[in-house]
């Protein structure tokens, strides 16, 4: 059982709340609550921001609520504005029922979709959306919005105001949206909605919706603030994109650096948000977290426990290794596994063509190229020096070329500049 008196409380030590309508946390408290989170499928994986909600649901569902995860398949396929300055790119069919299918298999390892109690469900809202009759709509649900109101929501607003406008394609999502609260409320007996701060607006014309057509009946929505990082940049991007959820396409050892890298003033919250730990197993790390920042103990708990909650065992044991490796210098233990994951997940313009080897490039021209050198000149200096390696073993000679008994796995080459950058090539 968890150590908190109730959800509520457990969301705010967490720093997991930041607004809930009137009346939603005596309603949590009081007993058993259907909630439910709404993902879109525009691109094939979640990304790390959204662990944010999927976690909400699954303290829901600990605390003995019913979580019920929505896949629009029907709002997928008209984009939502919220945090958006441009119109999005419209998908097609095919593509969204690619996206729902990997979203689905993520989802299921964070929720108990067989829990005889309070089980989790993901239902598709292309099941009702699609069958909608746009006469019936306009006339039963579309008489509860007004126009003014619609328009004051932020995500209207700040598109409003620049030449590109907005669509009524996307300006009419907010309808969507909230009918889907009152589809889930009629058909689930779903009473909460939870989503991200920039929702709020169409969460609340949900509740709005509901409480106009069931008079009688109460409906409440709750959000989680967005993040950001401490240099303001938005959480779950690298400088190589979004960080996924799919060992495909972020493999678990840029999973584990991405938190790694935590800096000391985030790395902190972030344990609260992202793991299970309780206050004072925290108090404790928070103590040695101050007092020797240097050895670095709450950024490499919160990127095991992340990387275990999102890949398992394996993958966190495949992102300890490759970070012996990597990171620690001790490149014996690295398998040819680890190569092929480091070229699957690597940056493609980092690429050396096999026609080049074959012509004769030298690591000196290769450290240039690849802009760990900024000059022939620094690069010579610091091979000379030691500072340059090829898969952990130093290059002396700037003059040495590059060949195929340099690659790993037959297709990549790590060449670092001293023991902290590193530059994954890969050889097609």
């Known amino acids: 059982m968890p150590n908190f008196k109730n959800i509520i409380e457990e969301l705010r030590w967490r720093n997991a709340l930041k607004d809930f309508t009137t009346?939603?946390?005596?309603?949590?408290?009081?007993?058993?609550?259907?909630?439910?989170?709404?993902?879109?499928?525009?691109?094939k994986s979640l990304h790390i921001g959204n662990l944010i909600p999927i976690l909400g649901l699954q303290r829901l569902q600990k605390y003995g609520?019913?979580?019920?995860?929505i896949i629009g398949g029907g709002t997928g396929m008209i984009g939502d504005p919220s945090g958006r300055s441009d119109e999005r790119k419209l998908l097609s069919?095919?593509?969204?029922?690619?996206?729902?299918?990997?979203?689905?298999?993520?989802?299921?390892?964070?929720?108990?979709?067989?829990?005889?109690?309070?089980?989790?469900?993901?239902i598709n809202n292309a099941e009702w959306l699609k069958?909608?009759?746009?006469?019936?709509?306009?006339?039963?649900?579309?008489?509860?919005f007004n126009i003014n109101n619609m328009m004051s929501k932020d995500s209207v607003k700040s598109r409003l105001s620049r030449d590109e406008g907005i669509s009524f394609t996307e300006f009419s999502y907010q309808l969507l949206q909230a009918y889907d609260f009152l589809y889930l409320f009629e058909e689930y007996n779903c009473t909460f909605q939870m989503g991200g701060s920039d929702q709020w607006g169409n969460i609340v014309a949900g509740v709005d919706l509901i409480r106009k057509v069931n008079s009688k009946n109460k409906a409440h929505g709750i959000t989680y603030p967005l993040l950001t990082t401490s240099s303001g940049e938005k959480f779950g991007k690298s400088?190589?994109?979004?960080?996924?959820?799919d060992s495909e396409v972020t493999i678990p050892y840029k999973l584990f650096q991405y938190f790694f890298n935590s800096s000391d003033e985030e790395v902190l919250d972030y344990i609260k948000l992202f793991t299970d730990i309780n206050q004072k197993d925290f108090e404790e790390l928070k103590s040695v977290t101050i007092k020797e920042p240097f050895k670095r103990e709450a950024q490499i708990y919160l990127a095991k426990e992340i990387t275990f909650l999102v890949h398992g065992k394996k993958g966190l044991d495949d992102a300890l290794r490759q970070t012996e490796g990597l990171n620690k210098g001790n490149w014996e233990v690295l398998k040819n596994t680890d190569y092929e994951d480091l070229y699957k997940n690597s940056d493609k313009s980092s690429n050396l063509s096999r026609e080049k080897i074959d012509e004769g490039i030298t690591i000196q021209h290769l450290t240039v190229e690849f802009d760990l050198c900024k000059s022939l000149g620094e690069s010579k200096r610091l091979i000379s020096q030691g500072g340059i390696s090829i898969n952990?073993?130093?290059?002396?000679?700037?003059?040495?070329?590059i060949t195929y008994s340099d690659l790993k796995a037959d297709k990549v080459i790590i060449i670092s500049k001293g023991k902290k950058t590193h530059k994954i090539i890969t050889v097609d």
């Open 239 to 245: 400088v190589d994109g979004a960080v996924t959820l």
């Open 23 to 43: 009346g939603a946390d005596t309603e949590l408290i009081n007993g058993n609550i259907t909630c439910y989170n709404g993902f879109d499928p525009t691109a």
């Open 65 to 69: 609520h019913s979580p019920i995860v």
């Open 93 to 122: 069919q095919e593509k969204i029922e690619e996206n729902l299918q990997g979203i689905r298999s993520q989802l299921e390892k964070f929720l108990d979709f067989d829990s005889k109690k309070n089980p989790a469900k993901i």
């Open 392 to 401: 952990g073993n130093k290059i002396l000679d700037p003059e040495k070329n």
């Open 131 to 144: 069958k909608i009759n746009l006469i019936d709509f306009l006339r039963d649900t579309g008489k509860f």
